[in-house]
């Protein structure tokens, strides 16, 4: 238990601390405030609302739902408006900005005074970021996230951005779609606010923030436009206060435990494999080693279970009106470890005992005996292509290319991949491994760019799938056999950089394995004629390449994890 200071601590440093209470007391007068509310707990609420994040629409409404809770509570809240990272509308990538957003939130919540804090997210990096920020600040703080859109419709058919969303483009690169119908899908794929409706990465982040215990239960899954929405900000807000009382740290509920959790929770989910990144770097913040051996560990004995788009043909609501992760938990709770203690003070054990299994009348989450799929939804991969690893998702892979052999088709960057797919001199066959380089961390800001598109004189063909190789990321809402995350990325001299055309790539996901079939002398011939690309010449994207971490570490700034991570 602690004593909150409320808007006196933390003070502005003018030499005399008197002073300093006096003129700030001054100033919040002029904003309405009397003593009564300065004697209050100060509670901060990180607000990510932007016109040019439109998921986050109706964000403004969720955050006066948690300032009304935090008045019931009888705290003071104070909301902080911070940088928005939506993926959609910023360049070159969302990724680059997520340890922008991670400083600027931790910074935020150090300068100002924050009892507890609330962290208000959605669009998918916005969430990792914050919570980056949060362990490394180590104040109470509390999730609540936009929660996801509600699908929509075309010709009878329910749509869901953004799975289905690269379902129907793909369609129209075939030549499927006229120009008029992919407008009339452009309008239908988003129906409401909120993120992403199926499990992309913004709802995997929320579902497995919610089994790290970072939320209140029921958190992750409500939608956006719904009613239990604001209720759950009132209450988070509510929460805000007693934690705030009771000292409740990020610190205290992210454990080693509980990081095994959220990678239980990642595997039942069938989640985005942006997720291993996000949980490596948040976990990193804690001190914690999350490594791909973790993730493979998981995915040995946990099935998929969970009914959503892209490993699946639900969405996100359905999995809210099926009970929501307080019934995916109850399901999984022989696998976890039921001592974790998240913000609601209790431990997990002592929450299942009053949740129900998930009901016979549903569908969306399936029992261990009657899984979706079997075990290793996603998989960690080691070879000669990628020393230090890389992921890939075999839940929505086509079975049939988890073990392949091809030569390589090599693209130098997502620009190059843009100017030349569909070139009808392309030489490309199905069996050809697509490969992209100089998209990871350094190189790029590790874009989504890993789900290269099937080269358009295939696609006409009905060539649906081939394997793709890089070091970049892919939406979680995407599909296919793609293999992604390689480290060391070819920037800093990663094999991927010594890759050619024609030269034989080994695919085998049972085997855990991704290879390049080149003897070692003429790999470090190749690798004598490596010349690493420039780094860029300013501001924050040069800080980033300086100091950015590979994907098998989170991404991460190495100047802002725990030594011994960074190291």
């Known amino acids: 238990m602690s004593s909150p200071q409320g808007v006196t601590g933390k003070l502005t440093t003018y030499g005399d601390v008197g002073f300093s209470q006096y003129v ?8 309405g405030f009397d003593q009564q509310d300065m004697d209050r707990p100060a509670i901060g609420i990180i607000d990510t609302s932007s016109d040019y994040t439109p998921c986050h629409r109706d964000m403004p409404q969720l955050v006066d739902a948690v300032r009304r809770g935090v008045l019931q509570a009888g705290g003071l809240p104070l909301v902080c408006p911070t940088l928005s990272v939506g993926e959609t509308i910023i360049a070159p990538t969302g990724m680059l ?16 005074p924050m009892d507890a804090v609330v962290l208000v997210g959605g669009c998918d990096k916005t969430v990792p970021a914050q919570w980056m920020a949060a362990v490394s600040a180590n104040v109470p703080a509390i999730g609540v996230v936009a929660g996801p859109m509600r699908a929509g419709s075309w010709h009878g058919e ?4 953004c799975t289905d969303c690269r379902g129907y483009w793909a369609r129209y690169r075939a030549g499927e779609l006229q120009e008029h119908e992919l407008r009339e899908v452009e309008q239908s794929l988003c129906s409401t606010a909120g993120t992403c409706m199926v499990m992309g990465t913004a709802s995997t982040m929320a579902c497995t923030l919610e089994a790290l215990g970072l939320m209140l239960p029921g958190s992750a899954a409500a939608p956006a436009d719904s009613g239990d929405r604001l209720r759950n900000g009132v209450a988070s807000g509510r929460r805000a206060v007693e934690l705030a009382h009771e000292a409740i740290r990020p610190g205290d509920v992210i454990s080693s435990a509980a990081i095994r959790n959220a990678l239980t929770v990642l595997m039942a989910l069938g989640g985005s494999t942006n997720a291993v990144i996000h949980l490596t770097a948040i976990a990193g913040r804690a001190g914690i080693k999350l490594t791909l051996d973790d993730l493979h560990a998981a995915g040995q004995k946990i099935p998929l279970l969970v009914d959503c788009k892209p490993a699946g043909g639900g969405y996100l609501p359905d999995l809210h009106a099926a009970g929501g992760m307080p019934a995916l938990l109850k399901v999984l709770e022989g696998h976890l470890d ?17 949740v129900p299994l998930p009901g016979a009348w549903q569908q969306t989450i399936r029992s261990l005996e009657n899984p979706l799929g079997p075990p290793g939804a996603l998989a960690a991969l080691k070879g000669t292509l990628a020393p230090t690893g890389a992921v890939i998702k075999p839940a929505a892979a086509t079975p049939g290319l988890l073990k392949h052999r091809g030569p390589a088709l090599v693209f130098e960057s997502p620009e190059d991949v843009a100017a030349r797919i569909d070139d009808p001199r392309l030489n490309v066959t199905a069996d050809h491994v697509l490969v992209l380089r100089n998209s990871g961390p350094v190189a790029a800001g590790m874009p989504e760019s890993g789900s290269i598109p099937i080269p358009r004189q295939l696609a006409v063909r009905g060539v649906e799938d081939m394997v793709r190789v890089s070091d970049a990321r892919m939406s979680g809402t995407a599909y296919g056999t793609v293999v992604l995350h390689c480290s060391p990325e070819s920037a800093v001299g ?73 190291d």
């Open 24 to 31: 700030r007391r001054a100033f919040l007068s002029s904003a």
């Open 97 to 112: 900005y997520r340890n922008l957003l991670a400083m600027e939130t931790e910074e935020a919540i150090r300068a100002y």
């Open 158 to 161: 329910p749509l869901g951005a």
């Open 338 to 354: 039921l001592t974790t203690r998240g913000v609601t003070g209790r431990t997990l054990g002592d929450l299942l005992q009053q």
């Open 494 to 566: 990663g094999p991927l950089a010594l890759v050619q055309d024609g030269d034989l790539i080994e695919l085998d996901v049972s085997g855990r394995r991704i290879d390049l079939m080149v003897d070692a002398r003429e790999m470090e011939r190749r690798r004598q004629n490596f010349v690493p690309p420039p780094l860029p010449e300013r501001g924050w994207r040069q800080l980033y390449a300086q100091h950015v971490t590979q994907a098998d570490q989170g991404a991460d700034l190495d100047f802002l994890m725990p030594s011994s991570e960074a």
